[in-house]
């Protein structure tokens, strides 16, 4: 495996001299400074290893100059598929709804599965340079598909990146003690600076450093947990059963249903097993759709290095996927433990009165007879890990840790959102049908000024959705969607376009707008608007599940328009050829397509 | 082969976990672990995981056998794909690289 030396050079004194720098400060000035110079030092260290990896090149800026090894390319891909919602929100979200939560677990794991089956080698052998390029290059070189594909990107990537500042944004009001407001910009400074230092080469390498953060923060305070209510048998993973059983027990002692009983609650506006099934496969077929993850298929130096880094990838996103369960059985747990108890007793519990005042558990007496009842108590789904350090009473450094690993979290899916909206503009519609004869140093110079650019309008954006929780509200919802929209526009192309030959520039074209046409409507009508969610088979369903009948609609309306009008041309059967092409050595497969392929579009 | 893999992929995916509500739940291993649960919440993942890895495993030694079988075929081979085996290497009397 190639390795990155001035990276490790920088990586390993780095992430020591910082956990020395944060004891010393604590020795010398106490926990609550430490703990701001925990947030403010790890974005440092982020820049510094991105200023060691920067690239000066389009090949570097773009693609990572196709060097990194799998194993890298699968942490990278790990981390900038873990957003604040993974990190923050996913184990909250199980904890409120259950069994119904987990569609988020293997919904946004086993994509991966398929991603390598039927998309990562193949889009890595069309040695195309970005998503719309692939599209348009499918398309026969016909330029409409580029800019609609550019335009799904945008609409899939924006509000996904504004989300991630916000989660940003929150954890250094947090931590910093200033506003969350204030906080989205001190986000944008350490994103912008890296992003803009050498693209996807920088933001490789510092994506591997942020994985190594936010997994040892998410996995290691679970684990301290568990040794403090004695789950490992023989790993935590296996041993928290007696633990679900225990909540159980005091739910039925309340008169609630127990946690793990499945289709009880609602899961995007609908509850029911066809829904819980549709919403696990949507958010799959979203997975393999989503342009900040299929672009990390061409920085691999191979196809097969790209199959093998999604299995890495995968690997990687477990270790958090199969812990978030974990949290919110601890967590439930936690708050179980505080009913049948005076009010004003669970009032003066250290943990619960720190959280009280910011809204993230809510006590009503209802009834008034002084006592908590399950229903009097109300949490947000993010105090499950924030809170887990303090819940448990953990050292007081986990807790700004795992703050960090938040961070880190929102960070490097940010740095990949920004990148390949940059890219759209920059290689896509610039360089595409502006000005094709720019230079590589000219463009590069606008990709850096365009990261900065994108960086403080995402910034404002995020500004302004903690400033109106309405707006707020709809930038939550929509990220959710943006894997519908994922799903319902590039999955269809992408994997029709590399198994069935006859799918031509009309077919893509007219997929994409009606798969989009089908899920916006409904997501708007449903999601936004309140209507009652249709049924299929007698059984609602949500937006999400909706999803899969707008990439059923993509394909359908794809495969007639294609049979309708006249197939693409011998250029492109040459190049689907040449992706399916089994790869016979480790080189780019046919050695003179793939120069002609690396040549700039 | 893909097609094969896609199709333990469902199994995983939706299959195992359409019985849920019924035959399932009742279930339970790993001390008192709920079989449903634990199907979505953990098994599934390593399941996913490993059948990536296995899958990259098989088609790298059908690759490897092609491979094998183009040297062999070597002045069948039509030119361009000959130059791609050159460039790497590769040849009826070369090493793979």
Redesign the interface.
């Known amino acids: 495996m190639r390795v990155h030396p001035e990276v490790y050079r920088v990586l390993i004194p780095s992430i020591l001299g910082y956990v020395v720098l944060i004891f010393i400060l604590a020795a010398l000035f106490g926990p609550r400074v430490a703990a701001g110079w925990m947030v403010v030092g790890s974005i440092l260290m982020y820049i510094a290893i991105a200023y060691v990896a920067r690239g000066t090149t389009a090949h570097a800026m773009y693609l990572a100059e196709r060097r990194i090894p799998p194993v890298i390319n699968g942490a990278a891909t790990a981390a900038d598929w873990m957003s604040a919602a993974s990190f923050l929100s996913m184990a909250g979200a199980i904890a409120l709804l259950g069994?119904d939560g987990?569609p988020y677990?293997?919904g946004w794991?086993?994509g991966?599965?398929?991603h390598?089956?039927?998309i990562a080698p193949y889009v890595r052998k069309s040695n195309t340079w970005t998503v719309p390029d692939l599209v348009e290059t499918r398309a026969g070189g016909y330029g409409p598909a580029r800019v609609i594909a550019v335009i799904m990107l945008f609409i899939t990537s924006l509000t996904y990146l504004t989300a991630q500042l916000v989660g940003a944004g929150v954890v250094f009001s947090r931590f910093l003690g200033i506003p969350a407001q204030v906080g989205v910009f001190g986000a944008l400074f350490g994103m912008g600076i890296y992003a803009a230092s050498g693209g996807w080469k920088s933001i490789t390498w510092t994506q591997f450093a942020q994985y190594i953060v936010l997994i040892v923060a998410y996995v290691g305070a679970a684990f301290l947990v568990a040794t403090l209510v004695g789950i490992w048998?023989p790993l935590p993973?296996?041993?928290?059963?007696?633990l679900?059983?225990a909540l159980q027990s005091r739910e039925s002692q309340q008169g609630l249903a127990p946690w793990?009983t499945?289709?009880a609650k609602p899961l995007g506006g609908a509850a029911g097993?066809l829904n819980?099934?549709l919403s696990?496969?949507l958010l799959?077929l979203g997975t393999i759709g989503l342009p900040h993850i299929l672009i990390r298929s061409y920085t691999t130096p191979t196809a097969?290095a790209a199959?093998?880094s999604?299995?890495w990838a995968?690997?990687f996103i477990?270790l958090l996927?199969?812990t978030a369960?974990m949290y919110a059985a601890m967590a439930r747990y936690a708050f179980s433990g505080l009913w049948g108890r005076p009010i004003a007793e669970v009032q003066a519990v250290p943990w619960v009165a720190k959280f009280l005042p910011t809204g993230l558990i809510r006590i009503n007496d209802a009834n008034g007879d002084g006592i908590l009842q399950a229903a009097e108590l109300v949490f947000h789904g993010d105090i499950v890990v924030i809170g887990m350090p303090d819940m448990w009473n953990l050292a007081w450094w986990i807790a700004p840790f795992v703050a960090v690993g938040g961070l880190a979290a929102a960070l490097s899916t940010a740095d990949g959102l920004l990148m390949v909206m940059v890219t759209g503009i920059t290689r896509d519609i610039y360089h595409r049908f502006i000005n094709p004869n720019v230079s590589e140093e000219t463009e590069v110079r606008m990709t850096r000024v365009l990261v900065m650019v994108l960086s403080v309008a995402a910034s404002f954006l995020a500004f302004l959705a903690i400033q109106d929780p309405r707006f707020a509200l709809y930038v939550a919802l929509l990220v959710g969607w943006a894997f519908v929209f994922a799903a319902a526009s590039f999955t269809p192309a992408v994997v029709l376009g590399t198994f069935w030959k006859r799918l031509n520039r009309y077919g893509i074209v007219w997929g994409m707008v009606a798969g989009m046409a089908t899920a916006l409507p409904y997501v708007l009508a449903v999601g936004v608007f309140q209507a009652p969610p249709l049924s299929l088979f007698g059984q609602p369903v949500g937006t999400i599940g909706w999803g899969c009948i707008a990439f059923a609609v993509n394909l359908v309306v794809s495969v007639v328009v294609s049979l309708l009008t006249q197939p693409e041309g011998e250029a492109v059967m040459r190049f689907v050829d040449r992706m399916r092409l089994?790869?016979?050595?480790?080189?780019p497969?046919?050695?003179?397509?793939?120069q002609e392929a690396e040549e700039p579009r | 082969m893909t097609a094969v893999f896609f199709v333990l992929w469902t199994v995983i995916a939706v299959w195992w976990h359409i019985p849920a509500p019924h035959a399932w739940r009742g279930v339970l291993l790993f001390g008192n672990m709920p079989l449903h649960w634990y199907l979505a919440a953990f098994i599934s993942i390593w399941a996913g995981v490993l059948m990536i890895f296995v899958y990259h495993w098989v088609m790298s030694r059908v690759e490897g056998e092609l491979l094998a079988r183009a040297l062999q075929d070597w002045d069948q081979l039509p030119e361009d794909v000959k130059l791609s085996l050159r460039l790497a290497g590769a040849t009826p009397s070369g090493a793979q690289h």
Do not use: D, N
């Not at chain 1, 993973?237 to 007696?242: A, I, L, N, Q, V």
């Not at chain 1, 089994?582 to 080189?587: A, S």
């Not at chain 1, 497969?589 to 793939?594: K, R």
């Open positions: 069994y987990l677990i293997i794991t086993l991966y599965t398929i390598a089956f039927f048998k993973w296996f041993g928290y059963g007696e679900i059983q793990t499945p289709f097993q819980w099934i696990a496969l799959m097969s199959r093998l999604v299995g995968l690997f477990g996927y199969c369960p089994p790869e016979l050595v480790r080189v497969a046919v050695a003179g397509a793939s």
